[in-house]
């Protein structure tokens, strides 16, 4: 498992400015991603985006927070987010928060999809990592309609719904706290880095560009992070 972290933090690392360009969330492309996972789609696996194979038996697990927070987790560090959204709404790939199809055929689909999806095979992520995966996305909520702004100067309120609206609880916590991004809780960086660190990063966090949250909302945000108390690992 260490050994497999240990690549997905390599891919996830941009070694040049043409990887950095690629991980622009609103026109993601999922080829630079999956380059070292899986072969390019054959003609016939591009054909039809339903599951009809015969799966097999594989129960639907039960969720514990140990298991939702595992599968908080995978569902970025596998990069399962730039194809399906940052709560899996929907993005170049199908929705998938609250996924009707029974956990096997979610595992099946993974492993032998019948759509554009790249391949992602068990020495990548096993079946007890979807299952968790799988129970993380059955617990999260619409995300809703975006937060409006309503005040003359940026306030923790709106700023609250904004981060959770945009998913930045994925990586960061649902209260800063960190996770598989940095702690932000009580973050002791100015507004203009926090602006420059989401236009540009320097790690491997994903680009957010004014067209996909706008200064004003980053503005808000950082008022809320302000509020949350601080953590001695945050930078």
């Known amino acids: 498992m260490v050994s497999v972290l240990i690549t997905l933090l390599k891919i996830f690392t941009p070694t040049d400015q ?10 993601p492309s999922p080829t630079w991603l999956f380059s070292a996972l899986s072969p390019e789609p ?13 799966a097999t038996s594989q129960p639907t697990p039960t969720s514990s927070p140990e298991m939702l927070k595992r599968g908080q987790y995978l569902f970025y560090a596998v990069g399962c987010f730039y194809c399906h959204g940052v709560q899996a709404g929907g993005d170049i790939g199908p929705e998938i928060a609250r996924t009707n199809l029974p956990l096997e055929l979610v595992i099946q689909q993974v492993y032998q999809p019948e759509d554009e999806m790249p391949v992602f095979p068990p020495s990548v992520v096993s079946e007890s990592d979807l299952a968790a995966i799988y129970a993380y996305l059955q617990s999260l909520n619409p995300a ?8 003359d100067h940026p306030d923790a309120a709106t700023g609250e719904a904004l981060y959770h609206f945009f998913g930045c609880f994925g990586c960061h916590g649902y209260n800063g706290e960190g996770g ?4 932000l809780a009580g973050t002791r960086l100015s507004l203009e880095e926090v602006r420059d660190q989401i236009r540009n990063p320097r790690e491997r966090m994903p680009t957010f560009g004014p067209e996909w949250i706008s200064d004003e909302e980053v503005a808000h945000i950082y008022v809320f992070l302000q509020s949350l108390a601080p953590n001695n690992e945050t930078d």
Do not use: M
């Open 18 to 27: 043409q990887d950095v360009s690629k991980l622009r969330l609103p026109t």
């Open 42 to 54: 054959t003609p016939e696996s591009r054909q039809g985006i339903g599951i009809s194979k015969k």
């Open 144 to 151: 809703g309609s975006r937060p409006q702004i309503t005040t």
């Open 180 to 183: 598989f991004g940095l702690p």
